[in-house]
T-cell receptor, first 110, second 112 residues
């Protein structure tokens, strides 16, 4: 079983749509969770950390379910500029390396 | 405050040559991580270093690959006797410790 699994997509959605991505992780001892965004041929950039109580940053909402080892990202009112690959990222503890999923590709269409 | 700086951006090597990739972490960051991304693949961890120490090299191939982070100067990822399968984007990331990682813009290695 892969450490972090994501649906690769692509998700093709019209502008203004709401889209949700899911991710599962295998290491139950994982402590930290993030969503990163990667544009084509660019470096990954931190989108948001994911907290146990769930958290929101503008149009983006992240949820964590530790019991099910499941993380989600919701994007409301999609913009063309949201088109990218979204990477689910997990960390066991402290300074241990981040473990990346392969990413979910999103295309927002005018 | 400059971000994580990687150079070169693009590197072309013939099979059998050496590739040397450099990474200068953000100011104040003493933790450096190297990742590799093959075309259409996810990022794979290679090695984690702190100043003068390799903390975790579990993702690095046992042969031909080495990394260092000296007391002075950038972190270096060295690939000896490159093969076509080494062609990939190599990303360096840094953190001050216990925080999300900040990535450099990567070095794209092409082995011909």
């Amino acid at each position: 079983r892969k450490e972090v699994e994501q649906d690769p997509g692509p998700f093709n959605v019209p502008e203004g749509a709401t889209v949700a991505f899911n991710c599962t992780y295998s290491n139950s001892a994982s402590q930290s969770f993030f969503w990163y965004r990667q544009d084509c041929r660019k470096e990954p950039k931190l989108l948001m950390s994911v907290y146990s109580s769930g958290n929101e940053d503008g149009r983006f909402t992240a949820q964590l379910n530790r019991a099910s080892q499941y993380i989600s990202l919701l994007i409301r009112d999609s913009k063309l500029s949201d088109s990218a690959t979204y990477l689910c990222v997990v960390r066991a503890s402290g300074n241990t390396p981040l473990v990346f999923g392969k990413g979910t590709r999103l295309s927002v269409i005018a | 405050n400059a971000g994580v700086m990687q150079n070169p951006r693009h590197l072309v090597r013939r099979r059998g040559q050496e590739a040397r990739l450099r990474c200068s972490p953000m100011k104040g960051h003493s933790h450096v991580y190297w990742y590799r991304q093959l075309p259409e693949e996810g990022l794979k961890f290679m090695v984690y270093l702190q100043k003068e120490n390799i903390i975790d090299e579990s993702g690095m191939p046992k042969e031909r690959f080495s990394a260092e982070f000296p007391k002075e100067g950038p972190s270096i990822l060295r690939i000896q006797q490159v093969v076509r399968g080494d062609s990939a984007a190599y990303f360096c990331a840094s953190s001050p410790g216990g925080s999300p990682l900040h990535f450099g813009n990567g070095t794209r290695l092409t082995v011909t």
